[in-house]
């Protein structure tokens, strides 16, 4: 069982107590109407589907707000969660290959 912590609520609890909300980081289209099919296909639905650390958005069920986390997807390991809004936090050292 995953082990995750809230960075708002301060409290680590299992898997079961959140929900994953896909790739954290994605601008969404100022205008998206002046998209094309593809272009918006892409937006919707083409993620990096990064092996090794990957920067994801979850939410926790019993505070109800959003966070970013960066996670191993090897070792299914979270190596950070961190509040929305704030922008992305380099790589630690230790995940750099």
């Known amino acids: 069982m995953l082990l995750i912590h809230c960075p708002y609520c301060e409290d680590t609890l299992p898997e079961l107590e959140f929900t994953y909300a896909g790739e954290a980081h994605i601008a969404r289209p100022a205008d998206p109407s002046a998209l094309s099919d593809e272009e918006w296909r892409d937006y919707l639905f083409i993620r990096t589907n990064a092996r090794g650390p990957h920067y994801e958005r979850w939410r926790h069920v019993g505070c109800g707000r959003f966070f970013n986390a960066l996670r191993d997807t090897v ?11 704030l922008p992305r936090p380099p790589l630690p050292q230790e995940t750099v290959e």
């Open 75 to 85: 070792s299914d390991r979270f190596l950070m969660t961190y509040k929305a809004g």
